[in-house]
């Protein structure tokens, strides 16, 4: 009785941790607001509530297109440090600007599912999944596509002409990690780089020098 006992302890422990490892995301928010203070930014206090106004859960900043001219793409990032009303929401967003075969570089978010939806243009995007498999095309005007957590994405401008997405996060901090700048910009040994991709140290070196950090 003891030993049936003692397994069912253990079970349950097992199933609270895998419970709360998958459903781990940003708390619940325990008012209908809280409006950052934007003169602490690192770690934010609510606003008084009798001094919010409208204009708190308002954000003008992404009415344009981005500068994109010289690399081919912008994306301005909308989280609770550039829109204080955002602030234990759970949630953030981005506006994503692409030249004509402008890319977004492979990426992903540690921290957030993320949802595209193409404003103008027509986007190759997709992601891979744990297992290298690979779920990509072109998507266009109106359409929409889901980047899962934690996974690889990346988009393309096909077009022939600029194009727009807009992205949501379903957190306040997604976390983001281009994996170009990750391997070549990270300072990670020269001699290690070399022998996973087979290159030489003067290619290594180029890479370093246009994905590293300026």
Known sequence: MQTMIQKMTLLLVVVLLYSHVVFASDPDPIL???VANKESVSNPSCKNSSAVTVEDFIFSGIKSPGSYRETGFAAVLVNSNVFPGLNTLGMSFVRADFDIGGINVPHFHPRATETAFVLEGRIYSGFVDTNNRIFAKVIEKGEVMVFPRGLVH????????????????????PGLLRIPAAIFGSGIKEELLEKVFGLSSKEIGKL??????H
């Open 32 to 34: 209908d607001f809280c």
């Open 154 to 173: 990346f988009q393309m401008n096909v077009g022939d002409s600029p194009a727009t997405i807009l992205g949501s996060f379903d957190s306040q901090n």
């Open 208 to 213: 370093k020098k246009r994905f590293g950090p």
